[in-house]
């Protein structure tokens, strides 16, 4: 089970950083990506870590803004977000791949948690 928590309302320019906390699973065996959905889109990859702590950014838009790292001791992985933006509303979701490693493809991975809005707005 994956639990995300850390959204709320943000104004432009702020911080905020999610948390994805594990239960029931070793988290060091798996990747572990951020995905996000905006209202009327599709659901989209952000970051991904891997087992070994490297991460993949797939979405240019957060490139030198969002960072991922991973606490295993914790069973928690962390997405750091700077700079937000109006554009970076959306519900968050992690998810994790026993299999596969890092990928932007939302079916490979295995277990998803039930997401945390971030809302950025003056």
């Known amino acids: 089970q994956l639990v995300e928590s850390g959204g709320g309302l943000v104004q432009p320019g702020g911080s905020l950083r999610l948390s994805c906390v594990a239960s029931?699973?070793?988290?060091?065996?798996?990747?572990i990506a951020w995905f996000r959905q905006a209202p009327g889109k599709e659901r989209e990859a952000v970051l991904c870590i891997s087992r070994l702590g490297e991460s993949t950014n797939y979405a240019d838009s957060v490139k030198g803004r969002f960072t991922i790292s991973r606490d295993n001791a914790q069973s928690t992985v962390y997405l750091q977000m700077n700079s937000l933006g109006p554009e970076d509303t959306a519900v968050y979701y992690c998810?994790?791949?026993?299999?596969?490693?890092?990928?932007?493809?939302?079916?490979?991975?295995?277990?998803w948690g039930q997401g945390t809005q971030v809302t950025v707005s003056s």
């Open positions: 998810a994790a791949d026993y299999n596969f490693g890092c990928s932007p493809y939302a079916p490979r991975y295995d277990f």
């Open positions: 029931g699973l070793s988290l060091s065996y798996y990747a």
